[in-house]
């Protein structure tokens, strides 16, 4: 099977195809992780993307459903420099070929994918099309339709990967924390769920009438796709949960999206940060902690009201990775505390966020 990524500047990019037989389209972007692909594949802050992988050897050691972060893959389409046929480890239950086909992803092996992401970080994150076929593929209307291509960011990304019914977990949980699906992570419920705690799993839109019934001791917003802007519902409770003191926990998505409601604006980054190996220096501190990343939207603090601070900056390019309350318990973070596998110089945010809650 053969395989053609074609961007909306009309560029062609020919390889080798495998998984699905398909034609997708979404927002090319770039990760530089060495391992994790199946972490990556299945995190629904993915979604509406064509991720490339920078590093050049992908499948090596075949797929693991105890490494997703949730039910299946959530990208659009997969590029590779060389994909792995016959993987080789213990907990390998399959190959990434039979994984895609199970669930109708395309990809594409064979091309320069360090070019790719050349292109990428000197033109920014572009709009592509990948198609998987047999015989003949037409170029010409390839191009053409490239060029069209809807941008995935101005849907609501978020309302088609959250939950739809709320969900209840650890009943007996000694405080309960209420978890905005925005499209979680499964490792940040695990990390709530490991610290003992009764976890409310709710829609994206639940108002706070909905969320002040169950009477929640702290209220976490987890991380997520596209445009926070879009996420309104999200942002109006928000508003309502400041004006009080219920301990606040936002990660990536939800750093913005507690930062719109704070005050602050938010703006498309050229190419994002997507990796596990991001310094991010504590504000007032000399302390640089490695993280990992995965977003294209940052924080502009300088709209914050002065009683929020900036509270981690990231040493690669100065956008900002964090903000916290002066005197309330609210805090987010850019970053992944919960990454795995990646450091886990961060994982003590889940602690302190736990003994806020009273």
Known sequence: MKAVLVLEDGSVWPG?????????????VFNTGMVGYPESITDPSYHGQILCQTYPLIGNY???????????????????SEHCEAPSHASSEKSLDVWFKENSIPGIAGLDTRALTKKLRLH??????????????????????????????????????????IKVYNRDGAKTVVLIDCGAKLNILQSLLRRGLKVVRVPDDTPAAKILEYAP??????????DPKKCAAT??????????????????????LLSLAAGADTYKLKFGHRSQNQPCLEEGTKRCYITSQNHGYAVDVR?????????????????????????????SVQFHPEAAPGPTDTDFLFDRFCGMLG
């Open 124 to 165: 920014g994150v572009m709009l592509g099309i990948l198609e998987t076929y047999y015989t003949k593929v037409d170029l010409a209307a390839l191009r053409r339709e490239a060029r069209l291509i809807p941008d995935p960011n101005k849907r609501h990304l978020v309302g088609e990967m959250t939950v739809k019914k």
């Open 217 to 226: 001791d702290g209220l976490f917003i987890s991380n997520g796709p596209g």
């Open 235 to 256: 942002i109006e409770t928000l508003r309502f949960f400041l004006q009080g003191r219920i301990p606040i926990f936002g990660i990536c998505l939800g750093h913005q």
């Open 62 to 80: 075949g797929v693991s459903s105890k490494s997703f972060e949730s039910d299946k893959p959530k990208i659009q389409g997969y590029v590779v």
């Open 303 to 331: 709209a914050l009201p002065k009683d929020w601070h900036p509270w981690f900056t990231n040493a690669n390019d100065d956008t900002n990775e964090g903000v916290r309350h002066i005197s309330k318990p609210f805090f």
């Open 16 to 28: 080798e195809g495998f998984g699905s037989f398909a034609k997708v389209s979404g927002e090319v």
